[in-house]
């Protein structure tokens, strides 16, 4: 019994030694950042989500910055009712590159780290970073709703790392009928 307990102490302490390290973008810059934005990766490993993972399609969304330095994210996302508007609020933190949400899905809060960008393609963006297979997420973003193979590995290394599965490692189609094209809102 205590060899046990023991070994589970011991994995939730490499678990959180593994997930303690990841640190936002060096020198984020939130300006840089506003825009738009598609998401076309995803890693979750929520067994809620798992029976839509064949359903998600790449959504797009728009950044903006508001005056006090926070974050607004509207995405557009095709669901079976249709195009729907989510609108998000990032409160930004002393951590430039770190913000933190309430999610009304969840009831919790929740923060968010711009892991890696380069501003001009893609975006590596961590949700939740207190590793819990409910609630991790780690997304891709591209400026365009195709990134280049390399971006696409550098994501799935990042997803595998904080240990999330590879079967959690989604890149969805894009989606029809929803702002997600280069003409897009």
């Given at each position: ?53 064949d359903k998600l399609k790449a959504s797009m969304g ?124």
């Amino acid at each position: 019994m205590r060899f046990t307990i023991a070994s589970v102490a011991m994995v939730m302490l490499c678990m959180t030694a593994i997930h303690a390290d990841v640190k936002p973008q060096k020198d984020f810059n939130l300006q840089k950042f506003t825009g738009k934005w598609y998401r076309v990766g995803l890693a979750y490993d929520s067994p809620g989500f798992a029976p839509y993972r064949d359903k998600l399609k790449a959504s797009m969304g728009i950044i903006t910055q508001t005056p006090d330095g926070n974050a607004n994210l509207t995405m557009w996302e095709l669901s079976p009712l249709g195009c729907q508007i989510l609108t998000y609020q990032y409160n930004k933190t002393s951590v430039p590159g770190e913000f933190i949400y309430f999610s009304t899905r969840h009831n919790i809060e929740k923060d968010i780290t711009v892991v890696d960008t380069d501003y001009t393609d893609y975006a590596l963006v961590l949700k939740y970073k207190v590793f819990n297979r409910e609630y991790t997420q780690v997304a891709l973003y591209g400026r365009t709703p195709r990134v280049r193979n390399n971006i696409v590995q550098k994501f799935k290394a990042l997803a595998l790392s904080q240990g999330l599965s590879k079967e959690s490692i989604l890149i969805p189609p894009l989606a029809e009928n929803c702002p997600t094209t280069e003409s897009g809102q």
